[in-house]
């Protein structure tokens, strides 16, 4: 699996990346699509399947390879907890639009659990509880925020003196049924079942404009395509656009590394600096990491 980062992560390192060539599907340039998907990260992937699976007709491309972008580095914390903390959230879009957000995330986690189970997807998901925990007075009295506008946004949530690792805290919040999977392994065996009912898929197609007229025409680098509708998975809208201007780059280290002890954390582990450490296991083919 090749993907845009200086350094190979584990995700990288252990999935093929390669496709059965009998499930290959190419695009047909003289068909119309119903949905055209620019982008195969985990949104790509998971919308193209589940929108072939309704009935439509999707054509996914991709410009490099499937999860090159951010999935092929992301952490693949399964989680309920969010980087901008619900109390956060709720004072600058009020309690009803972070309900939704809570809503849609548990929502996510249930459609990557079923699509586990469904395809029998051998990635190493495993459910866990998430635990957040303080270490100063100030974190204390966020982490009581946290809980609170959690609660008040339908997220399980409770108070808890455990911590899967052995750092000293002082208070903690646990989040149960959060989990932990390989998002290479999970989006590939998407792609594949994608492919398997019909769902056309092109990698190393850059889609560079597109014009609108009865049809959307999309011009990518390896021709034209035309569909009725069209899905940026590609992270951010590609083109110019104000989103850009709120983009700002940041640059997070992960690391994978095998202890010596063999002491794995069962769970997920945050503390609450900025920026936050966290922490969690994968079982690759029966190694801990
Ligand atoms: C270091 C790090 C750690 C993270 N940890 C977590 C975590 O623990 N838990 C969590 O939930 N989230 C985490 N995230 C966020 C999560 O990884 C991302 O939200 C998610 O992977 C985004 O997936 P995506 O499919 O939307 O985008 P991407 O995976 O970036 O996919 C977009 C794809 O679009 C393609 N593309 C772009 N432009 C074009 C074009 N013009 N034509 C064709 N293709 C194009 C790219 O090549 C790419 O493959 C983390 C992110 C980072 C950076």
């Known amino acids: 699996m090749k993907r845009d980062g200086q350094m190979e992560s584990l995700w990288q390192a252990t999935t093929s990346g390669e496709l059965p060539l009998s499930f290959r599907r190419e695009p047909q340039p003289a068909l119309t699509y119903d949905v055209a998907i620019v982008g195969a990260g985990i949104t790509g992937v998971t919308t193209a399947l589940a929108l072939q699976k309704k009935g439509f007709s999707v054509l996914l491309l991709e410009a490099q390879t499937a999860c090159f972008g951010t999935t092929g580095g992301t952490t693949a914390h399964l989680n309920t907890l969010m980087d901008t903390p619900y109390h956060v959230m709720i004072k600058n879009f009020g309690e009803a639009h972070t309900t939704n957000v809570a809503t849609a995330i548990r929502d996510a986690l249930l459609h990557i ?17 998430a635990f957040l925990y303080a ?4 974190q204390e009295k966020e ?3 946290i809980l609170l506008a959690a609660k008040a946004v339908g997220i399980t949530v409770e108070q808890s003196s455990d911590s899967p690792v052995t750092v000293p805290f002082t208070k903690g919040l646990r989040f149960p049924n959060n989990a932990r999977f390989h998002p290479g392994r999970y989006v590939m065996a998407l792609l594949e079942e994608f492919l398997k009912i019909g769902g056309a898929y092109y990698d190393h197609c850059r889609m560079t404009h597109m014009d609108e007229a009865s049809t959307l025409v999309l011009h990518t680098t390896r021709g034209e395509f ?21 983009c700002a780059p940041y640059r997070s280290y992960a690391m994978a590394v095998e ?24 079982e690759v083919d029966g190694k801990n990491t």
């Open 113 to 129: 659990k079923s699509n586990v189970s469904e395809y029998r997807i051998d990635c190493g998901y495993k459910t866990q509880d």
């Open 135 to 138: 270490q100063d007075e100030d």
């Open 143 to 145: 982490l009581e925020d």
């Open 226 to 246: 035309a569909a009725h509708r069209l899905i940026y998975a590609t992270h951010i809208p590609p083109g110019v656009n104000l989103l850009h201007f709120r």
């Open 259 to 282: 202890l010596e002890d063999d002491n794995y954390p069962e769970g997920l582990a945050y503390d609450m600096y900025d920026p936050y450490h966290y922490f969690r296991t994968q």
